[in-house]
C-alpha cells in the first residue's frame, strides 16, 4: 500500500488554498491541502507500518508545536508548472522532513526539501503562464500554527485517507 | 466549526464503495468511504473542543478491536432514496454510537443509528430505481476489522479533514 505524510494547515488557510486548487488543480478532490513531509512510499508488511507508526510517535512527541509562515505565491517551473504557497523553510520543517527520510524509512527523497502547499498543477503551457502571472501579484501573508501531522495511504482511485495522526508533544509511546 | 465522527473501512472495502460512489454519490469526492458514528455537529470553542477529545481518547481506550460484516446493500426509501451498504449493528458499533450522544457531546440524533456506508444517494427518482434494482442483487459477503475512528472538520466547499485519529486501547488521556 502506498503511504505519504503530510501537515494539514488549519481551516482558514486549506479554505484558502482550495479556492485557488478548485479551478488550477487536479488533484483538488483527492486529499485537502497540504504540506507533503514525506511523499508516497510502499509500505505492505503490517509490522514494518506499526514499526513506522511508532517511529512517527517518537518524532511527535520530539516535537513543539511551531509557527509557519507563508509569505508569497512560487513555482517549480520550468521543472514542473506547479505553482504553490511557499512556506518559509524552518528548521522545524526541516528537521520533521529528514527524520523520515532515515532510521526506518525509506529513503524517497526526489528533489531538496521545499515546504509549499500546491495551489494549481498540471496547468497547459498557456493557462499557466496566466495562472501564475495572476497569482504572483497577490499579497499573500499568512500565519499559521502547527502542532500535528498525518499519515495517509492511498486508495485506488488516487485519494488519500488518514491513517494515523500525530499530536506534538502527546503520542506516548 | 463543523465537526463529525468516522470510521474508515480498510482500503479493500474503500476501493469496494468508491467502485459505486464514483458514479452514483455526489460526496464521492467529500470524503472518504466511511460509517458515520456522529453527524456534523457545532464546536466554537477550542477549550470545548480539547474536553471532547479527551472524551474521544477515553472512548478508544474502553474499545477493544472488532469485526464489522456486510451482507447487503439497502436503502433509506422512502425517506431519502440513499442506497448504502448496511453494516451489521453490532453492540460495539452502537455502544461508540451512544457514547457520542451523551455527557459532554451535544445529542444531535435525527434518526435511529443504521450503521451503514453510503454508496449512492440524491439520485433523481428513475435513476435511484435502477441502480437500487442493480446493486440489491448483488451478492455482497465482507468481513472488516475496525480498530480505530476519526474526528474531522468540515472545509468551506463541504469536504472533511482528518483532527485526530483515536486508535482502540492506544490513546492514553
Partial sequence: MKYGIA???????????????????????????HITLKEAFQVDDDDQLEELVTELKRIANETKPFKININKVSTFAPVTNTIYLKVEPIKELI?????????????NQEYAFVP???????????????????????????????DRFQ?????DNGSWTVHDSFVFGKEPV
Fill in 7 to 33: 501537515i494539514f494547515p488549519t481551516k482558514a488557510v486549506q479554505d484558502e488554498a482550495n479556492s485557488y486548487r478548485k479551478r488550477y488543480d487536479p488533484h483538488y478532490a483527492l486529499i485537502p491541502p
Fill in 95 to 107: 528537521e520533521l522532513y529528514e527524520k523520515m527520510q532515515s532510521g526506518k524509512f525509506p529513503k
Fill in 151 to 155: 499519515l495517509m495511504y492511498q486508495l
Fill in 116 to 146: 509549499h502547499i500546491t495551489i494549481a498543477q498540471k496547468l497547459s503551457h498557456d493557462e499557466y503562464s496566466d495562472v501564475f502571472g495572476s497569482l504572483q501579484m497577490k499579497n499573500i501573508q499568512i500565519e499559521d500554527e502547527i
